[in-house]
């Protein structure tokens, strides 16, 4: 069973970046579509956004023009770069494959925007 460890969340004020990173054990990693999903206070868990084996990218509405997904397939890692971040992107971030999210959650990274 693939394990997923996500990092790279923090506290961060509106307007600031942070650069999340997911790394999965495994050698299945690099043929996998991966995504990125949150789940904020009192919500759904939604897809952000998704990377394709070969490299292309969507994003979610919310997010698009702020937030870039990518991934490193020698290091079964994927990154997401979020930038301009507003207080709505509070949540917890995790990284699975692309819809459907078919390995078991890890434990997320908490990514927090507040002044």
């Known amino acids: 069973q693939v394990q997923l460890v996500e990092s790279g969340g923090g506290l961060v004020q509106p307007g600031g970046s942070l650069r999340l990173s997911c790394a999965a054990s495994g050698s299945i990693f690099s043929i996998n579509a991966m995504g990125w999903y949150r789940r904020a206070p009192g919500k759904q868990r939604e897809l952000v956004a998704a990377?394709?084996?070969?490299?292309?990218?969507n994003y979610a509405n919310s997010v698009k023009g702020r937030f870039t997904i990518s991934r490193d397939n020698a290091k079964n890692t994927v990154y997401l770069q979020m930038n301009s971040l507003k207080p709505e992107d509070t949540a917890i971030y995790y990284c699975?494959?692309?819809?459907?999210?078919?390995?078991?959650w890890g434990q997320g990274t908490q990514v927090t925007v507040s002044s």
């Open positions: 699975n494959t692309d819809n459907p999210p078919v390995w078991d």
């Open positions: 990377i394709t084996s070969g490299g292309n990218t």
